[in-house]
């Protein structure tokens, strides 16, 4: 549910990047980030994420594909970024993997 969150606010989010737009992406980082940080394999993750987008897929429609498009394009280096660069959520969504999040 988080990362289909971060997918959802990084793709959706009004330009410019305004303060709603950066605390909703640092919140959404900072929860996903404790929940990596609890033992999961990278392939874990992405597993996980993409049966979530596929379920929301079941509601909305078309979602699936944009899903897990942004899912293979973006959460390994969202992953990279908080886990082996250690990265702050702030950072993430100002200059790392979700870059322009933050104004």
């Known amino acids: 549910f988080l990362v289909a969150c971060l997918a959802l606010a990084a793709s959706a989010a009004p330009s410019p990047r305004n303060?709603?737009?950066c605390?909703?992406?640092?919140?959404?980082?900072t929860d996903f980030d404790e929940w990596l940080t609890s033992?999961?394999?990278e392939q874990e993750i992405i597993t996980f994420v993409e049966e979530l987008c596929?379920?929301?897929?079941?509601?909305?429609t078309g979602f699936e594909a944009t899903c897990?498009?942004?899912v293979e394009a973006q959460l390994?280096?969202?992953?990279?970024?908080?886990?082996?660069?250690?990265?702050d959520p702030l950072t993430v969504c100002t200059s790392g993997a979700l870059m322009g999040s933050c104004p």
């Not at 605390?23 to 980082?29: F, K, R, S």
């Not at 596929?54 to 909305?60: F, Y």
């Open 68 to 70: 897990n498009a942004l």
């Open 39 to 41: 033992d999961k394999t």
């Open 23 to 29: 605390q909703i992406c640092v919140d959404i980082v």
């Open 19 to 21: 303060d709603l737009t």
């Open 76 to 87: 390994p280096a969202i992953i990279d970024d908080l886990v082996n660069s250690n990265l």
């Open 54 to 60: 596929h379920a929301i897929g079941q509601l909305i």
